[in-house]
């Protein structure tokens, strides 16, 4: 199974041109999975939710719309960030669409990064997992800021993900080091599909570092990315490979977990 990450500059409040740039990926590159930036359609750097909202929309709307005719006709799946629209409220979120369309979700970001604060609703989809019998391959999705909450690759590894795929925009130097973590402590692939450049706002300048990649479920670096460069990057996954949690005779990484003596609150 081929799996993609897209990294790329989207540029802000352009939904027209970064959705048109994103449906020609989503067409050209032969994957049979392909991971876009987190809010890869409008940009990030919202100061308000009166401006985010005006970038917004449902999950029902036409960017969806065009993503999901791409995955129907050409068999990917294709996950990618967005600024959702549900009523009154904006979430910050990642559509994950699959080819047989009734299975196809939507994730809204947990844990709100900064200035997201002003601009989105806390998400409340809660962490879940797309099990994909054809394909044989169980995804998870989390976005950006996620990854420094362990309880969200957690959950999504209960959950039974094979591979938690992660559309971000992310703006601190340590990501790197924690991701191959919680790949190894989950047994789990892990796809992340960063953004690069920067933006501007109010006096204040946000830059995006790259370095997208894809991890194994050893904690190894498959493929990863520069901070700067616009690239697709592909490697082969084995998703069964990651079911058996053991790690030797006696040892099971799920099996062993004493959760009650764990602290959830
Ligand atoms: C982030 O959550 N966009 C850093």
């Not at 352009?14 to 409008?42: A, H, Q, R």
């Not at 609703?121 to 999705?141: L, P, Q």
């Not at 991701?179 to 006096?203: H, L, M, Q, S, W």
């Not at 058996?244 to 062993?256: E, L, P, R, T, V």
Request: aromatic share 12%.
């Amino acid at each position: 199974m081929k799996l993609s990450v897209v990294q790329f500059t989207p540029k802000f409040g352009m939904k027209n041109e970064n959705l048109g740039k994103i449906l020609k990926y989503s067409s050209e590159i032969e994957s049979d999975i392909i991971v876009f930036p987190e809010l890869c359609t409008t940009g990030y750097f919202f100061q308000s939710k009166e401006e985010s909202m005006s970038y917004a929309e449902e999950f029902e709307g036409p960017a969806v719309a065009s993503m999901q005719e791409i995955s129907s006709r050409t068999e990917k799946i294709l996950i990618f960030g967005f600024a959702e629209r549900d009523g009154d409220d904006v979430y910050n979120s990642a559509a994950i669409l699959m080819p047989e369309e009734e299975k196809s979700g939507v994730y809204r970001k947990t844990h709100l990064f900064y200035k997201e604060r002003y601009c989105f609703a806390e998400g409340n989809s809660g962490y879940f997992v797309i099990d994909d019998k054809k394909r044989d391959i169980k995804i998870g999705t989390m976005i950006c800021y996620d990854w420094r909450f362990p309880e969200a690759s957690r959950s999504l590894g209960l959950l039974g993900a094979d591979l938690i795929v992660c559309p971000s925009n992310l703006v601190t130097p340590v990501w790197p080091k924690v991701i191959p973590a919680r790949a190894i402590e989950n047994k789990v692939y892990f796809a992340v599909a960063n953004r690069c450049g920067t933006e501007t706002a109010r006096d204040e300048t946000v830059k995006f570092n790259g370095q997208s990649g894809i991890w194994g479920y050893n904690g190894e670096i498959m493929t990863q990315a520069e901070q700067e460069d616009e690239l697709v990057l592909t490697t082969e996954i084995e998703p069964s490979k990651t079911r058996d949690k053991s790690f030797n005779d006696i040892n099971d990484i799920f099996g062993d977990r004493r959760p009650e003596y764990y602290i959830t609150k």
